[in-house]
């Protein structure tokens, strides 16, 4: 089956097939364990176990003492998902808006400082576009997860 | 006597004492506000009553509203735990005015050693070492800049100017340069009157490639003051201690001898009662300083008591209930690490993070300790410290025991909520840690641009895979399932054709 996942570096597609309980990708195969765990045999006949768990789109992962979060991308969604990188990370304050509704803004460009559990955050363009709206003024309380701003990736 | 104890405070620390009282077989009391209505530590308390009010001040630190309860409650002693209402010599004040028992030392006490100056004096006049420096009393801001100009020549730079009423880095400024000096002693003024309201501050030379090493000491009413060696929390993000342990790795006996009885001195100056912690920085030259001294059970606790087999909190009850204390001459077997665990993004300048403890799955096995106040299920929300649990492991040697925490750390599943567990594993690594060369400034020095983990690509092949597979087999449905309970195995009840009750 097809996957893709998002990554700093860009979407990830994984392609992963099965035979009768094992799946394989490459040189590695996993079987799902009676607890829900995963064991994976490494290429080179090496097993670790691997913890999973599924919270919004995101599978969180531990293997090998290291713990990973793989976002999802449905299929047939587009890469800008529901605002991106652009909604708040935790509940805070909107302490500056950088921009205004139809400027033209290249990646890296910081959008909003935040203030959250008394530091500051910084929200920035995780790609270039243009701003289409800003739902925020400063000193304005923001919930975790709302759209802080509309940015087109054109 | 103590015969029912409430505890004022809540999390890992309340979970810790309602333990002791059980163990103890003394009745407990937890009080708890609204958000925490489901939080472990009330299932530990044999009584839980809700607090009324929304914000901290009105819960946890409501002096007042707790009295109330305990009278309610027919409590007879408080335990503060750490941080909300430890160090308030008032709320000491009122607990012993309501005719009850404060586990802890006297107001009096509280207060010494609360303003850093006062503390300050009485230390010198006890023969305790104190850092170089100068306390300025002028409220005055243009007398108490000019009587600061006038110390810095004594004091030489760099120095530090800290608020008399600091803590936590609040009032503080470390100045390189005479032509800095003005302009940071307005600033420090300026935070220590909005946070503390008292704008004192007084000198300290700075002190660079210092450890923070601190002596726990007990006291009783029967006349024993003793010390029960060293920790060694050099290693600090942010002005907070994430890595501690017991003994130092650079301390010699004569070292200890002369520390610790120099913690006993300070205590006995204050006419100390209970558990307590007297800090130092000691200086590359071996020479040592006072810092301060917290009149509470600290954080760390735990890596003293695996390192010296005394209960530390049990002793604080029944110290408190007039009884002597139970332990015999200091006895160190061993090497201990404590490491903390926070809800916190280590690889973005250690912001807090929110979310649910989706799996919880703390390491087992021999010398490993953990104390926490989550589990599965729980969610890590911003209306409290963002500290998740206390991992303490205990090994013959100190080499064994940074094996041993490597270990359990690599064992530690935390799923659906950032944690630093990563970034204490890497500092196992490092080696400064690893020959035990830590001071105060050692994060900073590893990681002068910000911590980044070193993730093998095998590894995020592996977790990649691993996530495509769980995707494809579902096993978020079955996850789902398992918690709602909609779908899951039948209740043994109906099965075997009877009902409950």
Redesign the interface.
Same mark, same amino acid.
């Given at each position: 089956m097809h996957h893709q996942f998002r990554s700093p570096e860009g979407p990830i597609e994984v392609t992963v097939a099965k035979q009768g309980d094992e799946w394989s990708l490459g040189g590695l195969s996993t079987t799902v364990m009676a607890d829900g765990r995963l064991r994976i045999v490494g290429s080179d006949g090496g097993i670790s176990f691997g913890h999973v768990a599924k919270v919004g789109d995101v599978w969180w992962v531990h293997t090998q003492g290291h713990t990973f979060k793989l976002e999802r991308i449905e299929p047939g969604a587009t890469d800008t998902d529901d605002g991106g990188g652009l909604t708040a990370p935790m509940p805070g304050k909107v302490l500056d808006v950088l921009v205004a509704a139809g400027e033209v803004v290249s990646a890296g460009t910081t959008l909003m400082v935040l203030e959250a559990m008394k530091m500051e955050h910084r929200i920035v363009a995780a790609s270039d576009g243009v701003v289409m709206a800003v739902h925020f003024a400063a000193g304005d309380q923001v919930e975790q997860g709302v759209a802080l701003l509309t940015l087109d990736e054109s | 006597m103590v015969r029912k104890v409430l505890v004022a405070n809540r999390g890992e620390i309340a979970c810790r004492i309602l333990r002791a009282c059980n163990e103890a077989g003394l009745p407990s009391v937890a009080i708890y506000a609204e958000n925490d209505a489901s939080s472990m530590f009330i299932e530990l308390a044999d009584e839980a009553v809700l607090l009324t009010g929304d914000t901290i001040g009105e819960t946890y630190l409501d002096q007042e509203q707790i009295l109330a309860i305990a009278k309610s409650t027919g409590a007879d002693a408080i335990h503060p735990g750490f941080g909300f209402l430890s160090e308030r010599a008032d709320f000491a004040r009122a607990v012993g005015n309501a005719g009850l028992q404060w586990v802890g030392p006297s107001p009096e006490a509280i207060e010494q050693m609360g303003d850093k100056m006062t503390a300050r004096i009485t230390m010198r006049a006890a023969g305790v070492p104190v850092i170089p420096g100068e306390e300025i009393e002028h409220e005055d801001e243009a007398d108490a800049l000019a009587a600061i100009e006038a110390a810095s020549h004594r004091v030489g730079y760099p120095l530090l100017l800290k608020a008399s009423s600091g803590g936590g880095g609040k009032g503080m400024r470390a100045v390189h340069a005479p032509e800095d000096l003005i302009e940071s002693a307005k600033g420090a003024r300026r935070e220590a009157i909005a946070a503390f309201g008292d704008g004192r501050v007084y000198l300290e030379r700075l002190l660079t490639g210092s450890k923070h090493v601190e002596i726990q000491v007990l006291a009783d009413r029967h006349g024993r003051t003793i010390h029960l060696g060293e920790r060694e929390c050099s290693v600090q993000r942010r002005h907070q201690k994430v890595f501690e342990e017991a003994p130092c790795a650079t301390m010699t006996s004569e070292l200890r001898e002369a520390m610790g009885q120099a913690a006993v001195a300070a205590a006995e100056a204050v006419d100390y009662e209970g558990a307590g912690t007297v800090e130092f920085l000691l200086a590359p030259t071996g020479e040592f300083f006072f810092l301060e001294m917290n009149t509470r059970i600290q954080v760390e606790h735990p890596v003293t008591e695996l390192v010296t087999g005394v209960d530390l909190v049990r002793e604080q009850l029944r110290i408190a209930a007039g009884e002597p204390m139970s332990c015999g001459p200091l006895m160190m077997r061993g090497h201990a690490i404590e490491v903390r665990l926070y809800a916190e993004d280590a690889a973005n300048?250690f912001? $807090?993070?929110?979310?649910?403890l989706?799996?919880f799955?703390p390491p087992e096995g021999p010398g490993v300790r953990l104390d926490t106040g989550v589990r599965e299920g729980d969610e890590v929300t $911003?209306n409290y410290d $963002?500290m998740l649990a206390k991992l303490i492991v205990w090994a013959p040697s100190r080499h064994e025991a940074l094996q041993r925490m490597r270990r359990a &750390?690599?064992?530690f599943?935390?799923?659906?909520t950032?944690?630093n567990?990563?970034f204490l594993?890497e500092l196992c690594d490092e080696h400064e840690v690893i020959t035990g060369a830590t001071d105060t400034t050692t994060i900073d020095r590893i990681w002068p641009n910000g911590w980044q $983990?070193t993730?093998p690509r095998?590894?995020?092949?592996?977790?990649?895979?691993?996530?495509?597979?769980?995707?494809?087999?579902g &096993?978020?449905r079955?996850?789902s399932m398992a918690s709602t309970g909609g779908q899951g195995p039948p209740s043994p009840f109906e099965t075997i054709g009877r009902r409950f009750p």
């Open positions: - | 300048n912001l $807090p993070a929110i979310g649910p989706a799996v799955r $911003p $963002p &750390l690599d064992e599943v935390v799923l659906g950032t944690t567990i990563r594993r $983990p993730v095998a590894v995020e092949d592996m977790a990649l895979m691993a996530a495509a597979v769980a995707e494809s087999a &096993l978020h079955k996850q």
